[in-house]
T-cell receptor
Framework: GENVEQHPSTLSVQEGDSAVIKCTYS??????FPWYKQELGKRPQLIID?????GEKKDQRIAVTLNKTAKHFSLHITETQPEDSAVYFC???????FGTGTRLQVTL | SAVISQKPSRDICQRGTSLTIQCQVD?????MFWYRQQPGQSLTLIAT?????????ESGFVIDKFPISRPNLTFSTLTVSNMSPEDSSIYLC??????????????FGPGTRLTVL
């Protein structure tokens, strides 16, 4: 199966700062790269994704960048807000393996 | 998109008993998935359930412990058999919905929080 790792495992930033989470995968056949946000006690929900033929995608304060050669993709959150506090998972497809998760805490 | 519901939302069970979790989707889907999420951990895929065929289990999970049914394209059940405290976890069902370009987006049910005493 695919090895999927995330770094860091925990991240604490002050409100307004940026946060970056990196996901490293092993399967070179991966062609779809989503990020999920899971708030405490809730289900994971897709927040942004990128496909293998694109290097970067942005949606307001959230962006994802992909480096297929190095087999990693990153989630970027700018101007962080307290409601961004959650656990974030990457899940490179087509394997159904989730990353180890990153707990983001945005402090006031 | 897909709207997924699960029953029960939570349960507390005695060791040695079994619990069946139901997953209902508001549209027909080919593939349904069952995940386990232990406290503070990531999601681990238990099995993939396709309608009309046996479920495919991931390494470390067996049919005798986690029997799955998939009677139609909108419904599936997962049974956690002969439970022990180590089975205490959140169990989530998930479906894939096809996107343009042959990609699939995953949607998750709200989860079933199981506590085994």
């Amino acid at each position: 199966g695919e090895n999927v790792e995330q770094h860091p495992s925990t991240l604490s930033v002050q409100e307004g700062d940026s946060a970056v989470i990196k996901c490293t995968y092993s399967d070179s056949a991966s062609n779809y790269f989503p990020w999920y946000k899971q708030e405490l006690g809730k289900r994971p929900q897709l927040i942004i994704d990128i496909r293998s033929n694109v290097g970067e995608k942005k949606d307001q304060r959230i962006a994802v960048t992909l480096n297929k050669t190095a087999k990693h993709f990153s989630l970027h959150i700018t101007e962080t807000q307290p409601e961004d506090s959650a656990v974030y998972f990457c899940a490179p497809n087509p394997e159904l393996t989730f990353g180890t998760g990153t707990r983001l805490q945005v402090t006031l | 998109s897909a709207v997924i519901s699960q029953k029960p939302s939570r349960d507390i069970c005695q060791r040695g008993t079994s619990l069946t979790i139901q997953c209902q989707v508001d549209s027909q889907v080919t593939m349904m998935f069952w995940y386990r999420q232990q406290p503070g951990q990531s999601l681990t895929l238990i099995a993939t359930a396709n309608q009309g065929s046996e479920a495919t289990y991931e390494s470390g999970f067996v049919i005798d412990k986690f029997p799955i049914s998939r009677p139609n394209l909108t419904f599936s059940t997962l049974t956690v058999s002969n439970m022990s405290p180590e089975d205490s976890s959140i169990y989530l069902c998930s479906v894939e919905v096809g996107l343009a370009g042959n990609y699939n987006e995953q949607f998750f049910g709200p989860g079933t929080r199981l506590t085994v005493l």
